[in-house]
């Protein structure tokens, strides 16, 4: 019944931001718990940030902590990814992910997601 889009993937240069929006479709899409993950050619989906559905619970990966920031807009029923000070090993297609009781890091444990967005990175 929930279905999960991603838009503002792009190409943008090394030091650069982009921000990606998700939304969902789905009458209990405001209680979700929501993820976004990527993944680079050639390697495995990985964990990028997580956000409880009432926001007091968050979490990034090392690797983008301080760069990039997960935030909601109930009134537009979107999820957002700012990601800033973008590097080229930010070069991925990147999903978002949503559950009604999971929150973290494990992908495994999110029953939908969207179909993903590509971020380029140039150097």
């Known amino acids: 019944q929930v279905q999960v889009l991603e838009s503002g993937g792009g190409l943008v240069q090394a030091g650069g931001s982009l921000r990606l929006s998700c939304t969902a479709s789905?009458?209990?899409?405001?209680?979700?718990?929501m993820g976004w993950f990527r993944q680079a050619p050639g390697k495995e989906r990985e964990f990028v940030a997580a956000?409880?559905?009432?926001?007091?619970?968050?979490s990034y990966a090392d690797s983008v902590k301080g760069r990039f920031t997960i935030s909601r807009d109930n009134a537009k029923n979107t999820v957002y990814l700012q990601m800033n000070i973008l590097k080229p090993d930010d070069t991925a297609v990147y999903y978002c992910?949503?559950?009604?009781?999971?929150?973290?890091?494990?992908?495994?444990?999110?029953?939908?997601w969207g179909q993903g967005t590509q971020v380029t990175v140039s150097s």
């Open positions: 992910a949503a559950d009604s009781s999971y929150y973290g890091d494990n992908q495994r444990e999110y029953d939908y």
């Open positions: 789905g009458r209990t899409f405001s209680r979700y718990n």
């Open positions: 956000r409880s559905w009432s926001g007091i619970s968050i």
